[in-house]
């Protein structure tokens, strides 16, 4: 699946509750390390998850994203894909809940 095809769910959710694309962007950032014109690149190729991923140097403050997604803890999931993907899904969801900006990007 491509990347730019869940981005616009992730700018819905994050906007439908006040928060920005700019915020969520932020968000993106922090966890892949990519600036705006990568993320920009990303989203005009239709990157696929794997190769989005693959491309991205994580944050190694990720490892600190815990909590439950569809039911699962993302601290337990096996496959290291789909623990990134849901990393990333964790973070819209505490982004679209209000969560402080500081607290998502897990800063002192």
Request: proline share 5%.
């Amino acid at each position: 699946m491509a990347f730019a095809a869940v981005y616009p769910h992730y700018v819905t959710k994050v906007e439908r509750k006040g928060r920005t694309t700019a915020e969520l962007d932020e968000v993106i950032e922090w966890l892949t390390g990519f600036d705006e014109p990568e993320l920009r690149r990303h989203l005009d190729e239709h990157t696929t998850f794997e190769d989005f991923f693959a491309d991205a140097d994580l944050n190694p403050n990720a490892s600190m994203i815990t909590g439950v997604i569809c039911g699962v803890k993302v601290q337990e999931i096996e496959d290291p894909l789909m623990q990134k993907i849901r990393y990333l899904d964790k973070l819209v969801d505490e982004l679209a809940k209000g969560r402080p900006m500081e607290k998502i990007l897990r800063t002192a």
